[in-house]
DNA sequence: CGATTACCTTGACCCAGATCAACCTTGCGA
DNA sequence: TCGCAAGGTTGATCTGGGTCAAGGTAATCG
Protein backbone atom coordinates (compact mmCIF):
# COMPACT_ATOMS: atom_id res chain seq x y z
CA UNK A 1 0.00 0.00 0.00
CA UNK A 2 2.78 2.76 1.02
CA UNK A 3 5.77 3.26 0.07
CA UNK A 4 9.25 5.18 0.52
CA UNK A 5 10.98 6.97 -2.24
CA UNK A 6 13.91 8.85 -1.74
CA UNK A 7 15.30 12.01 -3.55
CA UNK A 8 19.12 13.63 -3.93
CA UNK A 9 19.30 17.22 -2.93
CA UNK A 10 18.05 19.49 -5.66
CA UNK A 11 16.23 17.00 -7.40
CA UNK A 12 13.10 17.48 -9.40
CA UNK A 13 10.16 15.76 -7.88
CA UNK A 14 7.39 16.75 -10.22
CA UNK A 15 7.12 19.94 -12.80
CA UNK A 16 4.16 21.71 -12.97
CA UNK A 17 1.86 20.13 -15.78
CA UNK A 18 3.06 16.56 -15.04
CA UNK A 19 0.75 14.16 -14.59
CA UNK A 20 0.74 13.34 -11.02
CA UNK A 21 0.74 9.34 -10.33
CA UNK A 22 1.53 9.57 -6.57
CA UNK A 23 0.90 11.50 -3.20
CA UNK A 24 2.53 11.01 0.09
CA UNK A 25 4.23 13.04 3.21
CA UNK A 26 7.56 13.89 3.92
CA UNK A 27 9.42 11.93 6.22
CA UNK A 28 12.85 13.40 6.54
CA UNK A 29 13.94 16.55 4.48
CA UNK A 30 12.89 19.65 2.55
CA UNK A 31 11.00 19.92 -0.39
CA UNK A 32 9.74 23.12 -1.66
CA UNK A 33 6.66 24.59 -4.03
CA UNK A 34 7.28 27.04 -6.40
CA UNK A 35 5.75 28.73 -9.23
CA UNK A 36 7.66 30.19 -12.28
CA UNK A 37 6.81 32.95 -14.81
CA UNK A 38 7.71 32.95 -18.16
CA UNK A 39 10.74 35.20 -18.27
CA UNK A 40 12.58 33.22 -15.43
CA UNK A 41 10.79 34.99 -12.13
CA UNK A 42 10.27 32.48 -9.49
CA UNK A 43 8.00 32.32 -6.29
CA UNK A 44 8.21 29.64 -3.92
CA UNK A 45 4.74 29.00 -2.31
CA UNK A 46 4.85 25.78 -0.23
CA UNK A 47 7.77 24.61 2.08
CA UNK A 48 7.66 21.29 3.13
CA UNK A 49 8.97 20.05 5.98
CA UNK A 50 8.54 16.52 7.58
CA UNK A 51 5.09 15.67 8.64
CA UNK A 52 3.84 17.45 5.48
CA UNK A 53 1.27 16.32 2.70
CA UNK A 54 2.30 16.66 -0.96
CA UNK A 55 0.00 16.53 -3.61
CA UNK A 56 -3.67 17.18 -4.33
CA UNK A 57 -6.13 14.14 -4.57
CA UNK A 58 -8.74 15.02 -6.96
CA UNK A 59 -6.31 16.42 -9.60
CA UNK A 60 -4.88 14.94 -12.17
CA UNK A 61 -1.78 16.91 -12.96
CA UNK A 62 0.77 18.93 -10.33
CA UNK A 63 0.23 22.53 -10.12
CA UNK A 64 3.82 23.70 -8.88
CA UNK A 65 6.94 22.71 -9.29
CA UNK A 66 8.08 20.14 -6.49
CA UNK A 67 11.90 20.01 -5.72
CA UNK A 68 13.73 18.22 -2.98
CA UNK A 69 16.03 20.94 -0.89
CA UNK A 70 17.99 18.50 0.98
CA UNK A 71 17.79 14.53 0.32
CA UNK A 72 14.87 13.70 1.26
CA UNK A 73 12.48 10.65 1.76
CA UNK A 74 8.82 10.64 1.20
CA UNK A 75 6.14 8.32 2.25
CA UNK A 76 3.94 7.61 -0.77
CA UNK A 77 0.75 5.93 -1.50
CA UNK A 78 -0.27 6.02 -5.54
CA UNK A 79 -2.71 8.08 -6.00
CA UNK A 80 -5.70 5.98 -7.00
CA UNK A 81 -5.45 3.42 -4.86
CA UNK A 82 -5.47 7.01 -1.98
CA UNK A 83 -8.20 8.30 -3.11
CA UNK A 84 -10.04 4.96 -3.05
CA UNK A 85 -9.16 4.83 0.73
CA UNK A 86 -9.92 8.35 1.07
CA UNK A 87 -13.47 7.77 -0.36
CA UNK A 88 -14.00 4.45 2.23
CA UNK A 89 -12.23 5.97 5.21
CA UNK A 90 -14.05 9.33 6.44
CA UNK A 91 -11.03 9.98 8.74
CA UNK A 92 -8.57 10.20 6.82
CA UNK A 93 -10.44 12.65 4.46
CA UNK A 94 -10.93 14.52 8.14
CA UNK A 95 -7.15 14.66 8.84
CA UNK A 96 -6.67 15.98 5.72
CA UNK A 97 -9.13 18.85 5.34
CA UNK A 98 -7.21 19.37 9.15
CA UNK A 99 -3.81 19.38 7.72
CA UNK A 100 -5.03 21.25 4.19
CA UNK A 101 -6.79 24.18 6.53
CA UNK A 102 -3.33 24.82 8.21
CA UNK A 103 -1.74 25.00 5.45
CA UNK A 104 -4.23 27.57 3.95
CA UNK A 105 -3.63 29.72 7.12
CA UNK A 106 0.03 29.54 6.82
CA UNK A 107 -0.17 30.56 3.41
CA UNK A 108 -2.34 33.74 4.43
CA UNK A 109 0.07 34.64 6.92
CA UNK A 110 2.64 34.10 4.14
CA UNK A 111 0.58 37.24 1.73
CA UNK A 112 0.83 39.28 4.79
CA UNK A 113 4.69 38.91 4.41
CA UNK A 114 5.17 39.12 0.87
CA UNK A 115 2.29 42.11 0.62
CA UNK A 116 3.42 44.24 3.52
CA UNK A 117 6.79 43.44 5.13
CA UNK A 118 9.57 45.03 5.02
CA UNK A 119 12.82 43.57 3.71
CA UNK A 120 14.08 43.31 7.51
CA UNK A 121 11.16 41.81 8.85
CA UNK A 122 10.61 39.47 6.03
CA UNK A 123 13.85 37.62 6.91
CA UNK A 124 13.05 37.71 10.45
CA UNK A 125 10.06 36.32 10.20
CA UNK A 126 11.19 33.59 7.99
CA UNK A 127 13.72 32.90 10.72
CA UNK A 128 10.96 32.62 12.96
CA UNK A 129 9.15 30.05 10.89
CA UNK A 130 11.30 27.99 10.55
CA UNK A 131 12.58 27.92 14.18
CA UNK A 132 9.10 27.45 15.60
CA UNK A 133 8.55 24.35 12.56
CA UNK A 134 11.62 23.23 14.03
CA UNK A 135 10.60 23.09 17.47
CA UNK A 136 7.42 21.85 17.28
CA UNK A 137 9.33 18.83 15.45
CA UNK A 138 11.99 18.08 17.88
CA UNK A 139 10.42 18.89 20.53
CA UNK A 140 12.87 20.88 21.93
CA UNK A 141 11.95 23.12 25.05
CA UNK A 142 12.57 26.91 23.65
CA UNK A 143 14.94 27.42 26.76
CA UNK A 144 17.46 30.56 26.36
CA UNK A 145 19.47 30.60 23.14
CA UNK A 146 17.39 28.52 20.47
CA UNK A 147 19.67 27.45 17.03
CA UNK A 148 18.32 27.04 13.59
CA UNK A 149 19.74 25.09 10.52
CA UNK A 150 18.93 26.95 7.77
CA UNK A 151 17.22 24.84 5.05
CA UNK A 152 17.59 27.07 1.98
CA UNK A 153 20.44 29.08 0.52
CA UNK A 154 20.21 32.55 0.34
CA UNK A 155 18.80 32.29 -3.35
CA UNK A 156 15.79 30.03 -2.40
CA UNK A 157 14.94 32.30 1.00
CA UNK A 158 14.91 35.16 -1.89
CA UNK A 159 12.55 32.70 -3.76
CA UNK A 160 10.03 32.48 -0.62
CA UNK A 161 10.61 36.30 0.70
CA UNK A 162 9.75 37.69 -2.86
CA UNK A 163 13.08 39.69 -2.71
CA UNK A 164 16.58 39.54 -4.64
CA UNK A 165 19.48 37.26 -2.70
CA UNK A 166 21.71 40.47 -2.36
CA UNK A 167 19.10 41.91 -0.28
CA UNK A 168 18.42 38.63 1.49
CA UNK A 169 22.68 38.37 2.13
CA UNK A 170 22.80 42.30 3.46
CA UNK A 171 19.29 41.98 5.81
CA UNK A 172 21.05 38.93 7.76
CA UNK A 173 24.15 40.91 7.93
CA UNK A 174 22.21 43.81 9.35
CA UNK A 175 20.30 41.60 11.78
CA UNK A 176 23.54 40.02 12.97
CA UNK A 177 25.21 43.28 12.90
CA UNK A 178 22.37 44.24 15.17
CA UNK A 179 22.59 41.08 17.56
CA UNK A 180 18.83 39.96 16.61
CA UNK A 181 20.91 36.58 15.73
CA UNK A 182 24.52 35.08 15.39
CA UNK A 183 25.52 33.79 12.82
CA UNK A 184 27.73 30.42 12.63
CA UNK A 185 28.47 29.37 8.97
CA UNK A 186 26.48 30.21 6.14
CA UNK A 187 23.78 27.84 7.30
CA UNK A 188 23.27 27.77 11.44
CA UNK A 189 21.81 30.83 13.39
CA UNK A 190 21.50 31.02 16.95
CA UNK A 191 18.69 33.45 18.57
CA UNK A 192 19.35 34.98 21.76
CA UNK A 193 15.99 36.01 22.28
CA UNK A 194 13.33 34.99 20.38
CA UNK A 195 10.88 37.71 21.57
CA UNK A 196 13.06 40.29 20.03
CA UNK A 197 13.44 37.99 17.04
CA UNK A 198 9.66 38.48 16.88
CA UNK A 199 9.73 41.89 17.06
CA UNK A 200 11.69 42.45 14.50
CA UNK A 201 9.34 40.31 12.50
CA UNK A 202 6.47 42.53 12.83
CA UNK A 203 4.47 39.62 14.30
CA UNK A 204 1.67 40.67 16.95
CA UNK A 205 2.89 38.18 19.72
CA UNK A 206 3.26 35.60 17.87
CA UNK A 207 0.13 35.06 14.96
CA UNK A 208 -0.42 31.72 14.00
CA UNK A 209 2.91 31.03 11.91
CA UNK A 210 1.99 27.58 11.55
CA UNK A 211 4.25 26.39 8.96
CA UNK B 1 -30.23 23.43 11.09
CA UNK B 2 -29.00 25.77 7.90
CA UNK B 3 -30.65 29.61 8.35
CA UNK B 4 -29.75 32.62 6.53
CA UNK B 5 -27.74 36.07 7.67
CA UNK B 6 -27.47 38.85 6.22
CA UNK B 7 -24.92 42.11 6.62
CA UNK B 8 -24.81 45.59 5.07
CA UNK B 9 -22.22 47.11 3.06
CA UNK B 10 -19.19 47.94 5.16
CA UNK B 11 -20.46 45.97 8.64
CA UNK B 12 -18.08 43.72 9.78
CA UNK B 13 -18.64 39.95 10.43
CA UNK B 14 -16.12 38.89 12.77
CA UNK B 15 -12.65 39.99 13.56
CA UNK B 16 -9.72 38.09 14.40
CA UNK B 17 -9.62 36.50 17.35
CA UNK B 18 -13.09 36.58 18.35
CA UNK B 19 -15.07 32.93 19.12
CA UNK B 20 -16.63 31.34 15.94
CA UNK B 21 -19.90 30.54 16.57
CA UNK B 22 -21.22 29.72 13.17
CA UNK B 23 -19.62 28.79 9.49
CA UNK B 24 -21.34 29.32 6.31
CA UNK B 25 -20.66 30.20 2.58
CA UNK B 26 -21.51 32.92 0.79
CA UNK B 27 -24.79 33.01 -1.17
CA UNK B 28 -25.02 36.61 -2.32
CA UNK B 29 -22.23 39.65 -2.47
CA UNK B 30 -18.75 39.71 -1.69
CA UNK B 31 -16.72 39.44 1.68
CA UNK B 32 -13.37 39.77 2.40
CA UNK B 33 -10.56 38.06 4.60
CA UNK B 34 -7.99 40.88 5.88
CA UNK B 35 -5.24 40.76 8.44
CA UNK B 36 -4.01 44.31 10.08
CA UNK B 37 -0.45 45.12 11.51
CA UNK B 38 -0.08 46.90 14.79
CA UNK B 39 0.86 49.77 12.61
CA UNK B 40 -1.98 49.65 10.57
CA UNK B 41 -0.69 48.04 7.51
CA UNK B 42 -3.38 45.55 6.22
CA UNK B 43 -3.20 42.55 3.52
CA UNK B 44 -6.32 41.18 1.64
CA UNK B 45 -5.89 37.57 2.69
CA UNK B 46 -9.30 36.03 0.88
CA UNK B 47 -11.85 37.41 -1.32
CA UNK B 48 -15.17 35.23 -0.86
CA UNK B 49 -17.98 35.59 -3.25
CA UNK B 50 -21.06 34.02 -3.88
CA UNK B 51 -20.31 29.90 -2.45
CA UNK B 52 -17.26 30.39 -0.99
CA UNK B 53 -16.99 28.80 2.33
CA UNK B 54 -16.39 31.38 5.49
CA UNK B 55 -15.55 30.07 8.74
CA UNK B 56 -12.91 27.02 9.95
CA UNK B 57 -14.39 23.59 11.61
CA UNK B 58 -12.00 22.45 14.05
CA UNK B 59 -11.33 25.51 15.47
CA UNK B 60 -12.26 28.33 18.40
CA UNK B 61 -11.42 31.32 16.98
CA UNK B 62 -11.49 33.45 14.12
CA UNK B 63 -7.50 33.94 12.78
CA UNK B 64 -8.60 36.78 10.14
CA UNK B 65 -11.28 40.09 10.25
CA UNK B 66 -14.17 39.33 7.43
CA UNK B 67 -16.03 41.94 6.50
CA UNK B 68 -18.79 42.36 4.24
CA UNK B 69 -17.82 44.96 1.35
CA UNK B 70 -21.21 44.92 -0.22
CA UNK B 71 -24.75 43.77 1.08
CA UNK B 72 -24.19 40.38 1.78
CA UNK B 73 -26.40 37.22 2.53
CA UNK B 74 -24.39 34.05 3.88
CA UNK B 75 -25.92 30.83 4.35
CA UNK B 76 -25.03 29.43 8.22
CA UNK B 77 -24.89 27.06 10.20
CA UNK B 78 -23.83 26.68 13.60
CA UNK B 79 -20.32 25.30 14.04
CA UNK B 80 -20.70 22.55 16.58
CA UNK B 81 -23.12 21.10 14.97
CA UNK B 82 -21.70 21.75 11.71
CA UNK B 83 -18.70 19.71 13.17
CA UNK B 84 -21.06 16.82 14.06
CA UNK B 85 -22.10 16.66 10.71
CA UNK B 86 -19.26 16.50 9.14
CA UNK B 87 -18.26 13.64 11.35
CA UNK B 88 -21.08 11.95 10.89
CA UNK B 89 -21.79 12.85 6.80
CA UNK B 90 -18.12 12.06 5.24
CA UNK B 91 -19.45 13.26 1.66
CA UNK B 92 -19.45 17.20 3.75
CA UNK B 93 -15.76 16.58 5.16
CA UNK B 94 -14.73 15.88 1.53
CA UNK B 95 -16.45 18.30 -0.49
CA UNK B 96 -15.15 20.44 2.06
CA UNK B 97 -11.71 19.40 1.31
CA UNK B 98 -12.29 19.56 -2.05
CA UNK B 99 -13.13 23.46 -1.44
CA UNK B 100 -10.20 23.93 0.57
CA UNK B 101 -7.44 22.26 -2.27
CA UNK B 102 -8.57 24.91 -4.59
CA UNK B 103 -8.65 27.67 -2.19
CA UNK B 104 -4.96 26.67 -1.72
CA UNK B 105 -4.53 26.71 -4.69
CA UNK B 106 -5.80 30.39 -5.79
CA UNK B 107 -3.67 31.57 -2.20
CA UNK B 108 -1.00 29.84 -3.78
CA UNK B 109 -0.88 31.74 -7.20
CA UNK B 110 -1.96 35.27 -5.12
CA UNK B 111 1.38 34.60 -3.35
CA UNK B 112 3.52 34.79 -6.85
CA UNK B 113 1.35 37.63 -7.43
CA UNK B 114 2.34 39.57 -4.23
CA UNK B 115 6.18 38.81 -4.44
CA UNK B 116 6.88 38.41 -8.11
CA UNK B 117 4.72 40.73 -10.33
CA UNK B 118 4.98 44.58 -10.89
CA UNK B 119 1.98 46.95 -9.62
CA UNK B 120 0.42 46.70 -13.52
CA UNK B 121 0.94 42.90 -13.80
CA UNK B 122 -1.18 43.27 -10.48
CA UNK B 123 -4.07 45.06 -11.85
CA UNK B 124 -4.66 43.29 -14.66
CA UNK B 125 -4.85 39.97 -13.07
CA UNK B 126 -7.13 41.38 -10.47
CA UNK B 127 -9.72 42.78 -13.26
CA UNK B 128 -9.17 39.13 -14.86
CA UNK B 129 -9.32 37.08 -11.88
CA UNK B 130 -12.71 38.85 -11.21
CA UNK B 131 -13.68 38.72 -14.77
CA UNK B 132 -13.63 35.00 -14.37
CA UNK B 133 -14.97 34.40 -10.79
CA UNK B 134 -17.90 36.51 -12.21
CA UNK B 135 -18.31 34.35 -15.50
CA UNK B 136 -18.05 30.99 -14.00
CA UNK B 137 -21.19 32.42 -11.76
CA UNK B 138 -22.88 33.53 -14.38
CA UNK B 139 -22.50 30.98 -16.98
CA UNK B 140 -22.45 34.45 -19.31
CA UNK B 141 -20.14 33.11 -22.08
CA UNK B 142 -16.76 35.10 -23.05
CA UNK B 143 -17.47 36.77 -26.19
CA UNK B 144 -16.59 39.34 -27.90
CA UNK B 145 -16.24 42.25 -25.04
CA UNK B 146 -16.38 41.08 -21.45
CA UNK B 147 -17.27 43.39 -18.50
CA UNK B 148 -17.13 43.60 -15.34
CA UNK B 149 -18.08 45.04 -11.96
CA UNK B 150 -15.15 45.30 -9.24
CA UNK B 151 -17.11 44.90 -5.84
CA UNK B 152 -13.94 46.90 -4.35
CA UNK B 153 -12.78 50.51 -4.12
CA UNK B 154 -9.21 51.47 -5.33
CA UNK B 155 -7.93 51.16 -1.13
CA UNK B 156 -9.78 47.60 -1.18
CA UNK B 157 -7.59 46.80 -4.51
CA UNK B 158 -4.24 47.99 -2.85
CA UNK B 159 -5.45 45.88 0.39
CA UNK B 160 -6.08 42.60 -2.28
CA UNK B 161 -2.49 43.80 -4.16
CA UNK B 162 -0.05 44.88 -1.77
CA UNK B 163 -0.19 48.33 -3.01
CA UNK B 164 -1.16 51.66 -1.99
CA UNK B 165 -4.14 53.48 -3.24
CA UNK B 166 -2.49 56.06 -5.04
CA UNK B 167 -0.31 52.93 -7.37
CA UNK B 168 -3.76 51.00 -8.27
CA UNK B 169 -5.03 54.53 -9.43
CA UNK B 170 -2.68 55.34 -11.59
CA UNK B 171 -2.66 51.85 -13.24
CA UNK B 172 -5.99 51.51 -13.48
CA UNK B 173 -5.59 55.12 -15.73
CA UNK B 174 -2.41 53.68 -17.65
CA UNK B 175 -4.16 50.07 -18.34
CA UNK B 176 -7.02 52.62 -19.64
CA UNK B 177 -4.64 54.81 -21.60
CA UNK B 178 -3.26 51.69 -23.75
CA UNK B 179 -6.63 50.61 -24.16
CA UNK B 180 -6.49 47.02 -22.41
CA UNK B 181 -9.91 48.12 -20.51
CA UNK B 182 -12.16 50.50 -20.98
CA UNK B 183 -13.98 52.41 -17.56
CA UNK B 184 -17.18 53.12 -17.58
CA UNK B 185 -17.47 55.42 -14.45
CA UNK B 186 -15.26 53.97 -11.40
CA UNK B 187 -16.12 50.48 -10.60
CA UNK B 188 -17.27 48.86 -14.19
CA UNK B 189 -14.63 47.54 -16.66
CA UNK B 190 -14.87 46.91 -19.99
CA UNK B 191 -12.62 43.58 -21.70
CA UNK B 192 -11.92 44.61 -25.28
CA UNK B 193 -9.54 41.79 -25.71
CA UNK B 194 -9.05 39.36 -23.02
CA UNK B 195 -5.83 38.20 -23.82
CA UNK B 196 -4.21 41.25 -24.48
CA UNK B 197 -5.38 41.89 -20.89
CA UNK B 198 -4.22 38.24 -19.51
CA UNK B 199 -0.72 38.86 -21.45
CA UNK B 200 -0.53 42.21 -19.41
CA UNK B 201 -1.16 39.84 -16.24
CA UNK B 202 1.78 38.41 -16.76
CA UNK B 203 -0.38 34.85 -16.34
CA UNK B 204 1.40 32.28 -19.22
CA UNK B 205 -1.73 30.81 -20.90
CA UNK B 206 -4.01 31.27 -18.09
CA UNK B 207 -3.10 29.33 -15.07
CA UNK B 208 -5.05 28.06 -12.78
CA UNK B 209 -6.51 31.40 -11.04
CA UNK B 210 -9.29 30.15 -9.36
CA UNK B 211 -10.72 32.31 -7.18
C1' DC C 1 -29.74 73.76 -4.00
C1' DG C 2 -25.46 74.15 -1.64
C1' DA C 3 -22.60 71.52 1.56
C1' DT C 4 -20.63 67.56 3.33
C1' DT C 5 -18.42 63.22 2.71
C1' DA C 6 -16.45 59.37 0.47
C1' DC C 7 -13.94 58.18 -3.25
C1' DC C 8 -10.78 59.01 -7.01
C1' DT C 9 -6.98 61.26 -9.81
C1' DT C 10 -2.72 63.47 -10.67
C1' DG C 11 1.68 65.75 -9.68
C1' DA C 12 6.30 66.22 -7.33
C1' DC C 13 9.59 64.09 -4.82
C1' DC C 14 11.89 60.32 -2.24
C1' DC C 15 13.69 55.90 -0.78
C1' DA C 16 13.81 50.70 -0.10
C1' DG C 17 15.10 47.34 -2.62
C1' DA C 18 16.57 45.92 -7.46
C1' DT C 19 20.36 45.75 -10.56
C1' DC C 20 25.06 45.50 -12.01
C1' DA C 21 29.56 44.34 -10.71
C1' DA C 22 33.55 42.85 -8.17
C1' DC C 23 35.42 39.91 -5.02
C1' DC C 24 35.59 36.41 -1.14
C1' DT C 25 35.11 31.61 0.93
C1' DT C 26 34.64 26.81 1.02
C1' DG C 27 34.58 22.26 -0.45
C1' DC C 28 35.47 18.93 -3.81
C1' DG C 29 37.44 16.33 -7.50
C1' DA C 30 41.49 15.44 -10.51
C1' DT D 1 47.52 20.81 -3.76
C1' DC D 2 45.69 23.14 -7.16
C1' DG D 3 41.75 24.80 -9.68
C1' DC D 4 37.23 25.36 -10.21
C1' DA D 5 32.39 25.81 -9.07
C1' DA D 6 28.81 26.98 -6.02
C1' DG D 7 27.43 29.92 -2.75
C1' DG D 8 27.94 34.29 -0.23
C1' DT D 9 29.13 39.32 0.68
C1' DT D 10 29.51 44.06 -0.28
C1' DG D 11 29.66 48.40 -2.99
C1' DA D 12 27.68 51.79 -6.44
C1' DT D 13 23.93 53.17 -8.83
C1' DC D 14 19.18 53.12 -10.55
C1' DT D 15 14.15 52.94 -10.38
C1' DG D 16 9.29 51.38 -9.34
C1' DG D 17 6.31 52.33 -6.30
C1' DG D 18 5.62 54.84 -1.82
C1' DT D 19 4.65 59.34 0.33
C1' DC D 20 2.95 63.85 0.63
C1' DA D 21 -0.03 67.16 -1.28
C1' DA D 22 -3.56 69.33 -3.99
C1' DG D 23 -7.66 69.11 -6.40
C1' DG D 24 -11.66 66.72 -8.85
C1' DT D 25 -16.29 64.11 -8.90
C1' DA D 26 -20.51 62.39 -7.42
C1' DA D 27 -23.80 60.69 -4.27
C1' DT D 28 -26.36 61.97 -0.04
C1' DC D 29 -28.53 65.04 3.22
C1' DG D 30 -30.09 69.17 5.42
Redesign the interface.
Known sequence: MKYYRSFQAGQSIIWAGDPMEFVGSVVNGVAT?T?T??DG???M??LMLPSDFVG????AAA??DVTAKTDLVMCCFRKKPFEAM??TT?HI??R???M??D???A??????L???KTAREKIASLIAIIARRDAALHLRAAKGGISVDLPLTREEMADY??LTLETVSRQISALKKDGVIILDGNRHVSIPDLNRLLEEA?D?GDG?MLA
Open positions: LQMERRQVGRPGRAFMAPAQLLETLELDAREWMLLGRLGGDG
